[in-house]
């Protein structure tokens, strides 16, 4: 008896784990849904032409056009790992850009992605998905093609070389300032020599000037 009271406790306690597992799980997935369908604007239209662009291995660019007229204020995307049920929602709004970048995508990866619009009343129906998948790190370098290596090793060099100018230029000015000063002291000195010769000049002849005593010549005694 105690052993099928024991047995009936574990299997209730399993089952409640397990409910609390799907409710916690139903959360996180609603929290990463889009708006739902009661805010949804009637006057609001798909977003068309959705293109992915400039793929990297952990970024990407997705960029979409509007209809005229359609009151937008923002958008929505929704990005889902293919096969995985788990979608990541991304919403701004107060903006009139028709682009995004999805940043922290996983390498060889594919995804599938939805764009809404926003306006006052709600958001517009999803548009057509879009599928694209990120290259592997050793595929996007091996697409590399020496041109373009050879471009940003140009670039580097170019900055190396501004920088090695800027740092002549600083130490040429620097100098310059040092030779201007040294000329100005030179002149200085230039300049009081003549009136140190002359207080020199008039020295010497009062040294050299022999001294009288007082009471007139001197007279030799006959």
Request: aromatic share 6%; glycine share 6%.
């Amino acid at each position: 008896m105690l052993e099928m009271g024991h047995a009936a406790k574990e299997g209730a306690l399993e089952e409640a784990g397990g409910m609390l597992g799907a409710l916690w799980y139903s959360v996180i997935l609603l929290s990463f849904l889009p708006v739902s369908p009661a805010d949804a604007d009637p006057l609001l239209s798909a977003p068309l032409n959705v293109t992915i662009k400039e793929i990297d291995v952990n970024s990407a660019v997705v960029t979409w056009e509007t209809m005229e007229g359609d009151p937008v204020i923002g958008f929505a995307i929704t990005q889902q790992k293919k096969d995985v049920r788990m979608l990541r929602f991304i919403q701004e709004v107060n903006t009139t850009t028709r682009s995004c970048a999805l940043w922290g995508l996983d390498e060889d990866t594919e995804y599938i992605v939805h764009v809404q619009s926003i306006s006052m009343g709600g958001s517009s129906p999803p548009s057509e998905p879009v599928q694209f998948r990120t290259p592997k790190e050793s595929e996007k370098l091996a697409s590399k093609s020496p041109d373009e290596i050879t471009l940003e090793e140009m670039d580097q060099a170019a900055q190396l070389r501004a920088a090695e100018v800027i740092i002549i230029a600083v130490v040429l000015v620097m100098w310059a300032g040092v030779i201007v000063l040294f000329c100005r002291q030179y002149d200085i000195i230039k300049d009081n020599e003549p009136n140190n010769n002359k207080d020199k000049a008039k020295n010497s002849s009062e040294c050299s000037t022999p001294e009288h005593p007082q009471g007139g010549l001197l007279r030799s005694n006959v």
